[in-house]
């Protein structure tokens, strides 16, 4: 356990539980603010138009082109939208690629932000935002990236389709699972990370048998609440850089991706960072690698690289990529061992 540590509380308000939508008009006004661009994806234009109905007046209009890693032309789009419609807040519906649009908004206007989160993906409590533009991912980290209220209403997430609850909680579950060994972390951000895992490896299942479980809902919501603050808190190593890797040069998405991996990144780093993982390999019956497998496969969750789309004769290139400026890790990060992992995502092959 590091005890000498500084720890960066995130000022977010956090308003959690089924009904929580409905402070929502409350949020905005409390915010001195009072018309809200509502932003969403094209898919969940609907409801964020209904939304915008809900909020009236409040409501300054609706941008739904939303779209993953947000693309620096859309943001564009989104900014002229804002300043047409003279709205003074964003209000992102949805999960990390319509958060992650109301964070470039934030960031070229000062726009508070409130995200109501609809999937499990975390970017709701990180000071994160990922841009791209001519295929060229950057990644900053601000303070000024930090929406300043986040609404968790499960009720929103009973129409989450099954595999992307268990995909999107699985990507919440590695910010969680790589927080604990984070050259920065702290015993609050390891407390959240084991609460976070234990509460989605319970929800998850429940979630798969029956998607209207709101109990389990609630738990998986929970989970993920915990689990992106950890990403938001502290830094992350192996397994992120991997799927960065994996998602911004080989075009894969981005939670099936970190589905894929979990397994595999943890059993590289199991026995460089056994104490710090020991809390979460119990979870998982004692062995942090298998047991992750273990638990995906029984979710259903996809399991083999190959079934991304991505080709076998690709392996070396993203190697190669993966060892160049990597980010700190427990254990080296080599590429002859790289390239192995990879060989056995790739395959959907059990981790050593
Ligand atoms: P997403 O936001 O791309 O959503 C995927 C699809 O699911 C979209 O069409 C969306 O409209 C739909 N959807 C969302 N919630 C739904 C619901 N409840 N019911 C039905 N459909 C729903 O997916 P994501 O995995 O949340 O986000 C991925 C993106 O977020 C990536 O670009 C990733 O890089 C980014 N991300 C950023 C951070 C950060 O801290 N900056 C953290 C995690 C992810």
């Known amino acids: 356990m590091n005890m000498n540590f500084t720890y960066n509380i995130n000022p977010s308000r956090i308003v959690f539980g089924a009904g929580a939508l409905d402070t929502l008009a409350d949020q905005i006004r409390e915010l001195g603010t009072h018309r809200a661009l509502i932003l969403s994806t094209p898919f969940q234009r609907a409801d964020a138009q209904k939304l915008a109905e809900r909020l009236g007046v409040l409501a300054a209009g609706v941008f739904s082109e939303a779209a993953m890693h947000t693309p620096i032309a859309v943001t564009r789009n989104a900014l002229a939208t804002y ?16 958060i992650g649009l109301g ?20 970017s709701e409590v990180t000071p994160i935002l990922g841009q791209t533009e001519d295929g060229v991912k950057t990644t900053i980290r601000d303070r000024k990236l930090l929406p300043a209220v986040v609404i968790y209403d499960p009720t929103l997430t009973l129409g989450l389709p099954v595999s992307m ?27 959240m990370a084991v609460e976070g895992v234990r509460a989605l490896r319970d929800a998850l299942p429940a979630i798969v048998s029956n998607p209207a479980d709101l109990a389990a809902r609630t738990r998986a919501l929970y989970g993920s609440w915990l689990c992106g603050s950890v990403l938001g808190t502290v830094g992350m190593a192996l397994h992120h850089k991997l799927c960065h890797t994996l998602g911004g ?64 004769e690709q392996l070396d290139a993203a190697a190669q990529l993966a060892v160049k400026n990597p980010y700190w890790n427990p254990r080296p990060v080599e590429r002859a061992a790289i390239r192995e992992l990879l060989q056995r995502a790739w395959n959907g092959a059990r981790p050593e």
């Open 83 to 98: 300043k047409a419609l003279q709205a003074d807040c964003v209000v992102a519906l949805g999960g990390g690629s319509t």
């Open 103 to 122: 964070k470039a908004i934030a960031l070229r206007t000062h726009a508070p932000q409130i995200v109501v989160a609809t999937t499990y993906a975390g």
């Open 249 to 312: 040069s080989f075009d894969l998405p981005h939670a099936e991706t970190h589905a894929i991996m979990l397994p595999h990144t943890m059993a590289y780093n199991a026995q460089a960072a056994a104490e710090a993982l020991q809390p979460m390999a119990d979870l998982f019956g004692g062995s942090i690698g298998s047991g992750l497998y273990e638990f995906a496969r029984n979710l259903g969750a996809p399991m083999a690289l190959k079934d991304l789309g991505l080709k076998e």
């Open 165 to 191: 609850s268990v995909t999107s909680g699985l990507n919440a579950m590695a910010h969680a699972v790589e927080g604990v060994y984070a050259k920065d972390c702290n015993p609050i951000s390891s407390l």
